[in-house]
């Protein structure tokens, strides 16, 4: 068996993944229509460029628009300064513009990444904002939505202009954030709660509206203390909603005992996916959020997962786990392309 996945039952098998950082890897200069073996950019060995999530058999994706409050790389810019992040996040929407067309026009190279080409190499992108500072105002929302927007993460670790990060215990939604949770979920638009503080995640529930939590890993396997993943409280309350958690690759986010140097393992992956399912009594709530590229290496992801051309490995361990060919087609594909409305 090849890392295609060539002679497994699993091969041909489709996947959505909720969370990759596809702008901000061009904007840091990575070539997003190269092989992983020569696209240069952050983070090397890479993982993820256009033509590798077709290769993997990624059907569609939330591509995210990421930007970092003091950030000091292409994505960041001073905290508080709302027209800097936004300025930031326009450039990042522009990257997706322009996929689009040339998927619309079907021009030279997009078939290659999988932008056009047949109905079995197709990737379509739907934005996920990571962190909202780009939104000027509440009113500015329209806008961004209108762009392509379809989910939000009111902050990111560091918080924003609404809402505390995870790494500011104790810091909720403030007036604003509350009035654009309000605004976006008059729009259809999905809150992302991946990123938000405990507090901050749960006003958010004590509010309407549909919720996610895009690459969130299970916090009871990982010490019970670190506010970037979600407690069973809170997926049985997203699940509650009929939203998914994505599984995030990340291996400290799978093991974060481990040594330096070392690779979590795919059965810690699985039991990420499996706890999920035993807090909320069924497979219909647990997908795949990658985070595959997002500020890491490939060395960084599980061992023998390098690429989307790997993530069929996954499959073959929820199937030899006594998952049937059904509840695995759900992880990979099913769940999230019911939420958000594909066939």
Not at 20 to 32: G, P
Not at 72 to 84: C, F, I, R, T
Request: hydrophobic share 40%; aromatic share 6%; glycine share 12%.
């Amino acid at each position: 068996m090849d890392n295609t996945g060539k002679g497994s039952k699993f091969e041909y098998l489709k996947w959505f993944d909720a969370h990759l950082d596809l702008a901000y890897l061009a904007e840091c200069e990575r070539d997003m229509d190269a092989p992983i073996e020569r696209c240069g950019g952050p983070d090397l060995p890479a993982a993820v460029t256009l033509r590798s999530l077709c290769e993997g058999r990624v059907a569609a994706c939330l591509g995210t628009i990421f930007t970092e409050a003091d950030g000091s790389d292409a994505v960041g810019y001073p905290a508080g300064n709302a027209e800097a992040a936004h300025a930031c996040g326009v450039r990042q929407l522009g990257w997706y513009r322009r996929w689009w067309a040339d998927r619309k026009a079907g021009r030279k190279g997009s078939r290659d990444r999988g932008i056009e080409g047949s109905s079995e190499e197709q990737t379509r992108i739907l934005i996920l904002m990571e962190c909202a500072d780009p939104i000027r105002s509440v009113s500015e929302l329209d806008w961004w939505v209108e762009r392509g927007v379809v989910a939000i993460g009111l902050a990111w670790a560091r918080g924003s202009r609404f809402a505390g990060g995870n790494l500011n215990s104790g810091v909720g939604l403030n007036a604003d954030g509350r009035s654009l949770l309000a605004r976006m979920e008059e729009s259809g638009v999905v809150h992302d709660l991946a990123h938000l503080s405990q507090r901050a995640t749960e006003e958010s529930l004590a509010l309407p509206g549909r919720v996610i939590a895009s690459h969130s890993n299970c916090r009871a396997l990982l010490g019970g203390e670190n506010e970037r993943h979600v407690t069973d409280e809170t997926i049985r309350a997203i699940a509650g909603r009929g939203g998914v958690i994505g599984l995030n690759l990340f291996g400290k986010f799978l093991r974060p005992e481990m040594k330096p140097g070392e690779r979590a393992t795919i059965d810690d992956a699985v039991r990420h996916v499996e706890h999920v399912v035993q807090q909320v009594g069924h497979t219909r709530s647990v997908g795949l959020g990658s985070d595959m590229d997002g500020g890491l290496s490939a060395l960084m992801l599980p061992d023998e997962i390098d690429s989307p051309g790997d993530l069929w490995r996954l499959a073959e361990a929820l199937s030899a786990r006594g998952w049937s060919n059904t509840d695995v087609e759900l992880f990979a594909w099913g769940n999230w392309a019911r939420f958000w409305g594909l066939t």
